[in-house]
């Protein structure tokens, strides 16, 4: 397993990895083809749940991950806290009880954080159309 700062220098195992936990064929082409480390870890942030749950990726994210603009975190309970995500336009965090609180999402058009029962509140998102936050019990009304 590795964690998402190192996928690109451990291409070929993580090209493996996937390969041997049947990912999505769409994903897979895309995966193989990424011609540098920005547009390979696009590809493996937007799969990021799927990543952890078949051991590809460890359950950890950089402090800052300022080109992402979709991050699928679905169902990563171990995760605390997510990194800064300035350009992220589309976050699907559902399930992550672990998280407490969200970063600033200034350009975020759809936001999934359903079953995120330990977050305490929303940050900003001015930019927001779709909202799914049922069943986040601890926020504040």
Known sequence: ????????????AVI???????ACNDQFTLLKKALSQTEFEE????????CVKNK?????LPDSLPNCAVL?????????????LPNCIKLYCSGCTGLKSLPDLPNCTVLHCSGCTG??????????????????IGLNK
Do not use: Q, Y
């Open 1 to 12: 397993m590795f964690k998402i700062t190192e996928a690109w220098k451990n291409r070929k």
């Open 16 to 22: 493996n990895l996937c390969n041997e936990a049947n």
């Open 43 to 50: 590809v493996l942030l937007r799969n990021f749940s799927w």
């Open 56 to 60: 590809i990726l460890v359950e950890w």
């Open 72 to 84: 699928d975190c679905s169902g990563c309970t171990g995760l605390k806290s997510l990194p800064d």
């Open 119 to 136: 977050l305490k509140s929303l940050p900003d998102r001015p930019n927001c159309a779709v909202l799914h936050c049922f069943g986040c």
